[in-house]
């Protein structure tokens, strides 16, 4: 699956939201969100960039997708 190139942080930290995700802290320009798991909690930083850089969206993409168990094509998918 292509990645999106053209995601900003807002619409990132939107779709983890509905998926379970709040915000704990900012400081300067990365936001932290994190979600309560069965295995633990999970964090994930978030740099505010539009757009974020692609190596950076898949690293993300690939450490949420397998903390929560989700396809990383449903994940682009939705983005």
């Known amino acids: 699956m292509k990645v999106p190139r053209d995601v900003h942080a ?3 930290i939107k779709l983890l939201k509905r998926y379970g995700y709040i915000v704990t802290r900012q400081t300067g320009s990365h ?3 994190s979600k309560r ?3 633990g ?6 740099p505010n960039h539009r757009p974020i ?3 950076t969206l898949q690293a993300i ?3 949420v997708c397998s903390a929560n168990k989700w396809s ?3 994940f682009y998918a939705e983005l």
Request: hydrophobic share 45%; no cysteine; glycine share 4%.
């Open 10 to 12: 807002s619409e990132l």
């Open 31 to 33: 936001i932290r969100l």
């Open 37 to 39: 798991l069965e295995s």
């Open 41 to 46: 909690d999970h964090a994930i930083t978030i």
């Open 53 to 55: 850089k692609i190596g």
């Open 61 to 63: 993409a690939k450490d």
């Open 72 to 74: 990383i094509a449903t």
